[in-house]
């Protein structure tokens, strides 16, 4: 749900029939019962005229603009916020992949996510940055079309591919640039794209067009990663158990 | 978010036909019984972590199968088995993930009775032509046994 920006910054939109839709997010789309009902009566009891799931797992509420302060006013209490929008690392998309949800996943991707959001989130970028992250090949959360897609191949381990687009007319699929990452690796992996993205990039360039621009050898950090055992410790222990 | 649940495959099913071909061992019940070095005990162990632990893909796993293993088995012991792991099968396609455990029992299943890995082509059909182009018999047996299931 896009049109005029109304805050700097701030993913909020006034929208045709003159209402904003507020962009809201929570930790990669996972809310308790509470934070869901909580944004429910908030809406609710402020007159909204909607709300709007989004590709990137956030809720858009619909509101009258001067509803707006009282709605803001009660975010904070539910630990949810408003999306940051503009030249900034956007909400972070991840499955459901961990130790206790989909049984597909074979790494634990929501927490990853999770813990990328809450380091990255709104951090200034030369121009929006989208980060996915999948729990296993599969890709649900669609990594190849991110700027910074992540991917589940093992236990704790993880690939990467970088330079994706997804919403756009001239989509792109990002390429990968490390296998079997950890995911401390990935945390570091992420800082030296993110680095050289700023350093390299004009103001507004998409990090795909600054690829295609300087080449992915600049992105490509030349870590030497430890070797990984991609077998599952638990699973060798549980074959040989009682033998 | 995968668009099966684990409950909805019946893994069970599976490892009971793993457990007649076991019955049929001469090593059962023996100190010479050991799972991880046995194809069928490898299919059994494999089939029991995933049903306590609620996940469908072991990472790494299909490295582990005991290719080592020349027990001999026949394709009339074997193809209800392979049927079933069919039966199970979700037809990921493009999503296959080799060590998904209904295509690692399937895997260790192959390796009793055929002379070459079978890379899953994604669907039953295509598979039946695969294990045809390699045993005409098991590809009946299998399809027979799918057959029987499909009709009850």
Request: proline share 5%; net charge neutral.
């Amino acid at each position: 749900m896009d049109g005029v920006m109304i805050v700097m910054g701030e993913a909020i939109f006034r929208q045709k029939n003159k209402q904003i839709a507020v962009n809201v997010v929570a930790a990669c789309g996972f809310m308790t019962a509470r934070q869901f009902a909580g944004l429910g009566k908030i809406a609710e009891e402020l007159e909204s005229g909607g709300l709007k799931m989004t590709t990137r797992q956030t809720v858009i509420v619909l509101l009258e603009e001067n509803k707006l302060p009282a709605f803001k006013e009660g975010l904070p209490s539910l630990g949810l916020s408003i999306s940051p929008f503009g030249d900034s690392v956007r909400a972070v998309k991840a499955c459901s992949g961990n130790s206790e949800l989909c049984p597909r996943a074979i790494t634990d991707a929501l927490n990853t996510g999770i813990e990328i959001q809450l380091k990255y989130l709104g951090q200034p970028v030369p121009s929006d940055f989208k980060i996915a992250v999948a729990g296993c090949p599969r890709g649900c959360t669609d990594p190849y079309c991110a700027d910074f897609g992540i991917i589940g191949c093992g236990k704790d381990l993880y690939d990467i591919a970088i330079g994706g687009r997804g919403s756009s007319g001239s989509p792109l699929h990002g390429r990968k640039i490390l296998e079997k990452c950890d995911q401390n690796t990935v945390f570091q992996v992420l800082d030296f794209v993110l680095d050289k993205y700023r350093t390299l990039a004009e103001p507004g360039e998409r990090l795909c067009k600054t690829i295609s621009r300087v080449g992915i050898e600049a992105f490509t950090p030349n870590f030497q990663l430890p070797e990984k055992n991609d077998v599952d410790e638990e699973f060798v222990a549980f074959l040989t158990s009682d033998e | 978010m995968s668009t099966r649940s684990l409950n909805e495959i019946d893994l069970r099913s599976i490892y009971n036909h793993l457990e007649k071909l076991c019955r049929d061992c001469d090593k059962i019940n023996s100190p010479a019984c050991k799972e991880s070095a046995c194809l069928i005990g490898f299919g059994k162990r494999a089939l029991r972590f995933s049903m306590q632990k609620g996940t469908l893909d072991i990472p790494g796993a299909k490295k582990l199968i005991p290719t080592q293993d020349v027990k001999t088995y026949y394709p009339e012991t074997v193809a209800p088995g392979l049927a079933e792991t069919c039966r199970q099968c979700r037809q990921c396609r493009d999503n296959h993930s080799p060590d998904c455990v209904i295509a690692l029992t399937r895997t260790c299943l192959e390796y009793t009775t055929l002379s070459q890995e079978i890379d899953y082509p994604g669907s039953v059909f295509q598979y039946l032509i695969k294990v045809r182009e390699q045993n005409q018999t098991l590809s009946e047996l299998i399809a027979a046994a799918v057959k029987i299931k499909s009709d009850r």
